[in-house]
């Protein structure tokens, strides 16, 4: 079946940095969506994308469709960014997700 | 106002037991959602449903059915709770013919 690999699966960043991560998908799919989930345990919605790129200050998101990918970048990393980060993606069309097995992101002073 | 929500928020069950965890949206969604999310792992689709009255078997649906008696209510319901159903549960809802989703706040159920 569908499925997305994620990575890296853990990361740390320093406050101020910044970095990427990445999710590969198998086959070829038609929306990504990204999420956070936070220290209380909420999922919050980053971006979805059919297409292209997103940004919404210091996160942005792009989607290729064709190759396969999508990339979640943070810059200026803040202590609050720290938690799971999620990709999901629609490959077979009955608005289902697959979901990535998660980034844990810590930012540390 | 959160347009997501799910009660209870933590349960604690005994093997066999029957649990019911709830999930109201007020997004006029036709797509309801049901997940799990456990450590190390993306979320993983149980049920879902694309109107009142309906409800589909996603991809792990053993040991769980659903219930959508409105547009707004989706239940998820474990008839004989099993210790390998402790997980965080995630409801979501989505427009039709969208696949972007809204998730509500999880419910952290433990089995003993």
């Known amino acids: 079946g569908d499925q997305v690999e994620q990575s890296p699966s853990a990361l740390s960043l320093h406050e101020g940095t910044g970095s990427a991560l990445r999710c590969n998908f198998t086959t070829t799919m038609r929306a990504v969506q990204w999420f956070r989930k936070n220290s209380r345990g909420s999922l919050i919605n980053l971006f979805y994308l059919a297409s292209g790129t997103k940004e919404n200050g210091r996160l942005k998101s792009a989607f290729d469709s064709k190759e396969r990918y999508s990339t979640l970048h943070i810059r200026d990393a803040q202590l609050e960014d720290s938690g799971t980060y999620f990709c999901a993606a629609e490959g077979t069309g009955n608005y289902k997700y697959v979901f990535g097995a998660g980034t844990r992101l810590k930012v540390i002073a | 106002e959160a347009a997501v929500t799910q009660s209870p928020r933590n349960k604690v069950a005994v093997t066999g037991g029957k649990v019911t965890l709830s999930c109201n949206q007020t997004?006029?969604?036709?797509?309801m959602y049901w997940y799990r999310q456990d450590t190390g792992h993306g979320l993983r689709l149980i049920h879902y449903s694309y109107g009142a009255g309906s409800t589909e078997k996603g991809d792990i649906p053993d040991g769980y059915k659903a219930s959508r008696p409105s547009q707004e209510n989706f239940s998820l319901i474990l008839e004989l709770a099993t210790p390998s159903q402790t997980s965080v549960y995630f409801c979501a809802s989505g427009r039709q013919g969208s696949t972007e989703q809204f998730f509500g706040p999880g419910t952290r159920l433990t089995v003993l």
């Open positions: 997004n006029n969604h036709n797509n």
